[in-house]
């Protein structure tokens, strides 16, 4: 039986911790229907205090603290519930946390980081030179405060040494489904999955992700580039013109844009593109040739390659997951 520590502490996402519990106690109630021992000893462990009170109204008693003695086969970090902006705030409360996930790691502990959990992790230094990922609303934020770390923003789960990594929001669930395949069976999972009604197998989170421009940097002529092609997305902009609205050689430009921003000036164009596409697509605007010559594609073949690059989904797929339904 592997002894799980769910960690909880101040400023955590309380649905993730109570999902976390209960799947976990659904493999074990699974593993005994099938004359299976039971796998996980699972118990909720605070950084600070025993009793922890959530975002909501809901207050977690756990059974040790992180400075008891205990020895623990997994810990699983949640994800916060506190603005990223605050982040460095988070990091500061929890110092202790970290230098103990690190004290464990060295005791051959296993851990699990849930979606934004992930910053606890990346601030131990177990994840340099390692695959990552975590939520993408949290990912540029991630990769410019440690580019050593190998970030993979559209992997649901990645899995290295005894480190698990799980993506943004519920889809981080299906890092624990891969956790008890690997402890239980695939049975099991599978069918914890369907009871959950998880989508099982999932190894992209691309199609969620919301692309807002990438305005975490301080190079006054890049955001005003950045800000031109918003504005001007729909035309036939080059990167030499974009380059000359900001006074720069094409050159000097690809180099600042792509230290910026992660993203070379075609790939930013892209992106905004395919962002206006998928909001055409969700709300029905015209059909798919339509929303194509409204971004300033004329071929819709490459329009279509690139939305599925992006996205992991065809264009029709996409318009027919995700558009406006009027509910009868």
């Not at 999902?19 to 600070?48: D, Q, Y």
């Not at 929890?94 to 980081?113: C, G």
């Not at 605007?285 to 929303?291: F, M």
Request: net charge positive; with cysteine; charged share 25%.
């Amino acid at each position: 039986m592997k002894h799980i520590s769910i960690i909880v502490y101040d400023h955590i996402m309380s649905t993730a911790v109570s999902t976390t519990a209960a799947l976990l106690s659904s493999a074990n109630e699974a593993a005994v229907k099938r004359g299976m021992p039971i796998p996980f000893c699972i118990e909720l462990i605070g950084v600070h205090q025993k009793t922890v009170q959530s975002n909501l109204p809901i207050q977690f008693q756990c059974t040790k603290t992180i400075s008891d003695k205990f020895d623990t086969d997994v810990i699983i970090i949640p994800p916060t519930s506190m603005d990223l902006l605050l982040i460095d705030v988070l990091l500061k409360e929890n110092h202790a946390l970290i230098d103990w996930i690190k004290e464990k790691y060295q005791e051959k502990a296993e851990i699990i980081s849930l979606c934004t959990g992930a910053y606890f992790l990346a601030e131990c230094g177990l994840l340099d030179g390692m695959p990552a990922t975590s939520h993408w609303g949290a990912m540029e934020d991630l990769q410019k405060r440690y580019p050593q770390i190998d970030f993979k923003p559209d992997h649901v789960v990645t899995h290295s040494k005894a480190i698990i990594t799980g993506g943004g929001g519920f889809s981080s669930l299906n890092a624990l489904l891969y956790f008890i395949e690997k402890n239980c069976s695939k049975e099991i999972s599978i069918e914890l999955s369907k009871y959950y009604a998880l989508d099982y197998g999932r190894t992209s989170q691309s199609i969620f992700t919301v692309f807002s421009g990438q305005r975490l940097h301080n190079d006054h002529e890049i955001h005003q580039a950045q800000t031109y092609i918003e504005k001007k997305f729909k035309t036939d902009i080059s990167v030499e013109h974009i380059a000359r609205q900001v006074n720069m050689s094409k050159r000097n430009f690809i180099r600042r844009f792509k230290t910026a921003t992660t993203l070379n000036p075609i790939e930013y164009i892209q992106r905004i593109k395919v962002e206006a596409a998928k909001k055409a697509l969700e709300s029905g605007e015209g059909n798919i040739a339509d929303v194509t010559y409204s971004i300033g594609y004329n071929d819709l073949k490459t329009f279509r390659t690139l939305f599925k690059k992006v996205t992991g989904l065809t264009p029709a797929d996409y318009r027919n997951r995700y558009k406006s339904r009027v509910m009868d």
